[in-house]
């Protein structure tokens, strides 16, 4: 396996990246079974390697941080996996593909890692490690299919698993669901409705089978039911001696799925407080924001403070940055003045860079004056920038001037040149951009800001931007080609469609695919399929037309001896 530089690791950087470096490396050491000893037998596949190696990195973190450090990582791809299929959802294996490199994505990864702690779950820990231990045994050394390793599980737990298989593996689409409680004070009884979301027919989506529990706390008790859904819909109703203190959905997170529950502010905040399970915690505090309540926002803020895992402390702040209130904003400016863990830092900066506030604008200054590590520092430039016309131009331009060791905080100061929309940070980054204007490893970053500032300015600026990115796609650095590539597709430039194809016939059959997506995005996003460049053939041709009709107005009066022009 061969990496860049950017596993490498300073002193400096160890403490934020340390983390990421380790994940990448367990990963890799995980393709010794599952990809090498053994070979899935074609693309189709490919999660029999690559959703193995990525579930292994949820053992590692079980193995070395604990119960918090694995349901977390469990978390992270499942957030990962739900964003990418925001855009397009497939079954974990298909053969429908433009090119091989299209598989290599989250549904593949993350998606399938998420799929076989589900199905670890399903089985019991004992059960599925002994039949995991049997089929890399059976078939090393040999290539393998999906039925190969089904037929191994199914041996070991004397169940058909054809229907497990069938919805989470061949099928598009998984659980997303909304989920109500309320109590009966009459009836003491409690009550959970469960909706799939999901269910599409068009797209051969259906309700997913699944087995999971639910929970409910009165007083000291806390009591634990087995639910399984089969339908669109669901309602389970148990006995309750007094309206809980809060309740919950799948609290160790057994299965694979997306879930929207809101019990109430009550509930959510004994969860947020007292959630033994991290992930509990996590989605208590996006719910409790995503209400914009002073009092909500704030209990978030305070919890903050005493939360113990790091993780769930990124996960805190990034809600913070997407709650779009005053509160959000006072409570980030005043966690970011405090916060001492590396990486946790570094995600309070990046959740400052969603709002433009003079106060935050001001705690970001003050703690990017006391000495940042460099991811910190990054997402501090990043955050400044983000700030517009009150960005500190001197300071970012000043940075941006700054070669460092491995190119992220340069790199970051370019993004926020960027981000501040301000025409004087134009000319830097054409330069920064050019060939030898910065060193190669930063090039692509600067090319990127190039096209952001760019889409914010008028027509002439921009057609200039675009011109310079059009010239970049000849770059001899291939990471800055691309990014002139996908700048251009983000500037929305109708004219660069033709030189987007010409770069694409230069590239493989796999990479190709990725250009024609660019081309074909830029011509819906501007709805050209040629018409806005044809408009604009048609308004040259209008006034061609004109001047040679004036041409030869002229020049008729001149030939009658009429005045050229009225006087």
Not at 230 to 256: G, Q, Y
Not at 307 to 318: K, L, N, Q, V
Not at 368 to 387: D, K, V
Request: proline share 5%.
């Amino acid at each position: 396996v061969s990496w860049s530089d950017s596993v490498v690791q300073s002193e400096e950087m160890r403490p934020e990246l340390e983390w990421w470096v380790d994940l990448v490396n367990v990963h890799e050491m995980a393709h010794s079974y599952f990809g090498d000893a053994i070979v899935c037998r074609d693309f189709a596949h490919a999660w029999l390697k690559e959703s193995w190696a990525t579930y292994i990195e949820q053992c590692w973190g079980d193995h070395t941080g604990g119960r918090d450090a694995a349901a977390y990582l469990f978390y992270l791809q499942a957030q990962h996996y739900f964003r990418e299929t925001e855009r397009y959802q497939r079954p974990i294996i298909t053969r429908r593909y433009q090119s091989s490199w299209d598989l290599y994505d989250a549904h593949l990864y993350e998606g399938g890692a998420c799929r076989l702690h589900t199905l670890r779950c399903e089985l019991g820990d004992d059960l599925f490690w002994a039949a995991t231990r049997d089929y890399l045994r059976r078939y090393y050394g040999q290539v393998v299919e999906t039925d190969d390793f089904r037929a191994v599980m199914e041996e070991h737990s004397g169940r058909s698993l054809g229907k497990f298989f069938d919805q989470w593996f061949r099928t598009p689409g998984f659980p997303d669901l909304k989920v109500s409680f309320e109590y009966d004070e009459q009836r003491h009884e409690g009550t959970f409705t469960v909706e799939q979301k999901q269910v599409d027919r068009e797209k051969g989506i259906p309700a997913f089978e699944l087995t999971t529990e639910v929970e409910w706390s009165v007083g000291d008790e806390t009591t634990r039911r087995r639910i399984r859904l089969s339908e669109p819909r669901h309602i389970f109703a148990f006995p309750m001696p007094a309206k809980p203190a809060r309740v919950r959905f799948d609290p160790d997170c057994r299965v694979l799925h997306r879930l929207e529950f809101n019990p109430g502010a009550s509930m959510l905040r004994s969860q947020l407080l007292n959630d033994p399970n991290v992930v509990g915690r996590i989605l208590a505090a996006q719910t409790l924001l995503k209400t914009s309540t002073r009092a909500n926002i704030e209990s978030v803020v305070d919890a903050f403070e005493q939360e113990p895992f790091w993780g769930a402390r990124c996960e805190f702040a990034a809600a913070l940055g997407k709650a779009d209130h005053q509160t959000a904003i006072h409570g980030l400016a005043r966690l970011i003045q405090a916060e001492q863990e590396p990486r946790v830092l570094v995600a309070l900066l990046r959740a400052a860079a969603a709002y433009r506030d003079a106060g935050l604008l001001r705690a970001v200054e003050e703690r990017l004056q006391t000495g940042l590590r460099p991811l910190a520092r990054q997402a501090a430039y990043i955050a400044l920038g983000a700030q517009r016309h009150q960005a500190p131009l001197a300071l970012l331009t000043a940075a941006a001037g700054q070669p460092t060791p491995d190119g992220r905080v340069q790199a970051g100061a370019f993004q926020a040149l960027g981000e501040t929309r301000q025409l004087d940070a134009l000319p830097i980054l054409q330069t920064k951009a050019a060939y030898g204007g910065s060193p190669n490893r930063t090039r692509p970053a600067a090319v990127a800001a190039l096209a952001a500032l760019g889409k914010s300015q008028e027509r002439a600026t921009r057609d200039a931007v675009a011109e310079q990115l059009i010239d970049l796609l000849r770059d001899p650095w291939p990471p800055v080609a691309w990014a002139a590539a996908r700048g251009l597709a983000a500037l929305a430039a109708p004219a660069a469609a033709d030189a987007l194809d010409a770069f694409g016939r230069a590239l493989s059959a796999q990479e190709r695919a990725e250009v024609d997506r660019l081309v074909a995005a830029l011509r819906q996003e501007d709805k050209l399929d040629g018409s806005a460049v044809k408009k604009e053939v048609e308004e040259l041709r209008d006034k061609l037309r004109k001047l040679e009709d004036q041409v030869q107005t002229l020049s008729a009066r001149l030939d009658a001896g009429a005045p050229a022009l009225n006087s």
